[in-house]
């Protein structure tokens, strides 16, 4: 609190005889002043009575009290000193996300009201020698002054404490995160109970996993990118009745999102998370790439989601930006997920056939695809390709001289475009 402007007004009140006979006159007024006080801030700041908080009218009630008793004790002559009842009043609105702005304006209503009184009590009390003028202007800048320093101080101490409180909520937000997207023993106490003060554990929830990320991969390791990443995924989620939890994990801008399944047992389910949550995602700008898991029941079954929208994003791409789990083609998942592990047992002829299929110019591995579409009827894929059918079975018959499968077979077909295609996958 800055004491030296406010200690010059006091001795001001004093040379003009106030101080310190002027703290009785306000004490005699306080409880009408305190009241007066309160409706005018009421009436001036509707955030005030707007609030659905039971607290907030009866703590500003007493923290007038509070500032009208400093004054007078101020006003008897004592020095300023720590107010820390400015202080708790301040950590309360910013614990309650009272908007500080409310309590600066609350500030000047204050300011306006004792201004009037500590000037009534002044005249009261002066000796008649000396100038009303006089009186009137050191009874303003007392008030000026003891108004500017709380002022000051409550917007310090509401600003830190804003800034604590984030923090700890970020603290909190990761840890939630990690518990629940890397899983958790259910004999595990304080993640159960850290799980169920944060409503995760509640009954007749559904749960979904998001990741998203930039088209450009490289952009997720550049911070104020990720940062922005982060910010659109939550704008968009927060505008359903859900709720979010978003954070960067693995380079990944990850949201876990839970919605309620059913009302109670007696009543039909709702729509699926995931389908509720697409066609919003899908308002994300072009530049992201995002992948979303199917519903679970649970939060032990988070860990599974994770996976899965991992899986989805890999399928994600410019023209369908948005990839839920479900809608995957289960060849292609058989693919993507099988192939890192068999790529090592691939057969010989694989590296023949890929050799020969670049000579090519990808046609024999083209055919091979365009016969599987066309239901594995040669003169539908030769219109296809735009190619004569004798050319088509040249190529097959090319396939078969190379690997040694026939490709005109099911089970030849599928063999190679499965070989192939894990072979060509990307790691």
């Known amino acids: 609190m800055t004491t030296s402007p406010l200690i010059n007004a006091i001795r001001g009140l004093?040379?003009?005889?106030?101080v310190p006979s002027v703290a009785a006159a306000l004490k005699e007024r306080a409880d009408s002043l305190s009241t007066a006080l309160l409706e005018s801030i009421?009436?001036?700041?509707?955030?005030?009575?707007?609030?659905g908080n039971p607290d907030i009218v009866p703590e500003l009630q007493a923290h007038l009290n509070d500032h009208l008793e400093e004054a007078a004790r101020l006003l008897a002559g004592h020095a300023p000193g720590d107010i820390a009842f400015v202080r708790e009043h301040a950590h309360r609105r910013a614990e309650q996300k009272f908007p500080l702005?409310?309590?600066?304006?609350?500030?000047?209503?204050?300011?306006?009201?004792?201004?009037?009184?500590?000037?009534?009590?002044?005249?009261?009390?002066?000796?008649?020698?000396?100038?009303?003028?006089r009186v009137v202007a050191a009874a303003n800048d007392f008030a000026n002054e003891y108004i500017s320093a709380i002022s000051t101080l409550i917007t310090a101490e509401y600003v830190l404490q804003t800034r604590?409180?984030?923090?700890?909520?970020?603290?909190?937000?990761?840890?939630?995160m990690s518990i629940l997207l890397r899983g958790y023993d259910e004999s595990d106490s304080r993640a159960a109970q850290l799980l169920r003060r944060a409503g995760y554990l509640e009954q007749r929830q559904s749960y979904c996993v998001v990741v998203a990320r930039s088209v450009d991969p490289r952009e997720m390791d550049n911070a104020p990118r990720a940062q922005r990443m982060v910010d659109s995924v939550t704008r968009t989620l927060q505008k359903l009745p859900i709720r979010v939890l978003v954070g960067v994990n693995d380079k990944l801008v990850t949201a876990v999102l839970s919605g309620t399944r059913r009302l109670s047992g007696w009543t039909a389910p709702q729509s699926l998370l995931a389908d509720r949550v697409y066609p919003q995602?899908?308002?994300?700008?072009?530049?992201?790439?995002?992948?979303?898991?199917?519903?679970?029941?649970?939060?032990?079954?988070?860990?599974?989601?994770?996976?899965e929208a991992k899986l989805a994003l890999d399928f994600a791409r410019v023209d369908e930006r948005v990839m839920p789990y479900a809608r995957i083609p289960f060849r292609d998942m058989l693919v993507r997920v099988a192939?890192?592990?068999?790529?090592?047992?691939l057969p010989d002829w694989v590296g023949g056939f890929?050799?020969?299929?670049?000579?090519?110019?990808?046609?024999?591995s083209a055919t091979l695809h365009a016969y599987a579409d066309n239901d594995m009827n040669a003169l539908k894929t030769a219109k296809a390709l735009s190619l004569h059918p004798n050319t088509v079975y040249a190529r097959m018959q090319k396939i078969?001289?190379?690997?040694?499968?026939?490709?005109?077979?099911?089970?030849?077909?599928?063999?190679?475009?499965?070989?192939i295609d894990c072979a060509i996958l990307d790691p």
């Open 354 to 364: 890929l050799v020969a299929d670049r000579k090519s110019r990808g046609a024999l």
């Open 164 to 176: 604590v409180l984030a923090e700890a909520e970020g603290d909190q937000r990761s840890e939630l």
């Open 400 to 419: 078969k001289d190379i690997t040694d499968r026939d490709p005109l077979t099911y089970n030849a077909l599928t063999e190679l475009l499965l070989a």
């Open 42 to 51: 009421l009436d001036g700041v509707t955030a005030f009575t707007a609030s």
């Open 339 to 345: 192939s890192e592990k068999v790529r090592p047992a």
């Open 281 to 307: 995602l899908r308002t994300i700008g072009p530049a992201a790439l995002i992948g979303m898991s199917t519903d679970k029941p649970s939060t032990t079954h988070i860990p599974a989601a994770l996976h």
């Open 101 to 133: 702005d409310a309590v600066l304006a609350s500030y000047r209503g204050i300011h306006r009201q004792l201004a009037d009184a500590i000037r009534d009590a002044a005249m009261q009390v002066a000796d008649d020698s000396a100038e009303l003028r």
């Open 14 to 18: 004093r040379k003009l005889g106030v």
